[in-house]
Nanobody, 124 residues
Framework: QVQLVESGGGLVQAGGSLRLSCAAS????????MAWFRQAPGKEREFVAA????????NYADSVKGRFTISRDNAKNLVYLQMNSLKTEDTAVYYC?????????????????WGQGTQVTVAS
């Protein structure tokens, strides 16, 4: 069984920064393609960023490109999402997801494992 636990969410002022973390309880973290999605109340889950097993390839949603950075530490089974220049539109629950031998898909159905989510609220 795979467990993913997000942390680091909270309330931040527009223009500020926040760093999310995802801790993965797995045998071999390096085989998992990892991604971040977000979902605001009443809206569908939206792709944010994904990173390959070795961290060599990264994919970002256009809405966050240049502001967010996804990274991973395979030695510690951790994935990060550094969020800078935050906007009120970034307010959502952020979810960490994983797929073994994935291909950086942008649809939620392509990822079989999910964390519980962490709330990010950006105030003006």
């Amino acid at each position: 069984q795979v467990q993913l636990v997000e942390s680091g969410g909270g309330l931040v002022q527009a223009g500020g920064s926040l760093r999310l973390s995802c801790a993965a309880s797995v045998r071999t973290f390096s085989i998992y393609d990892m991604a971040w999605f977000r979902q605001a109340p009443g809206k569908e889950r939206e792709f944010v960023a994904a990173i390959t097993r070795n961290g060599g390839t990264i994919n970002y949603a256009d809405s966050v490109k240049g502001r967010f950075t996804i990274s991973r530490d395979n030695a510690k089974n951790l994935v990060y999402l550094q969020m800078n220049s935050l906007k009120t539109e970034d307010t959502a629950v952020y979810y960490c997801s994983a797929e073994p031998w994935g291909r950086l898909a942008v649809t939620p159905s392509s990822y079989r494992y999910w964390g519980q989510g962490t709330q990010v609220t950006v105030a003006s």
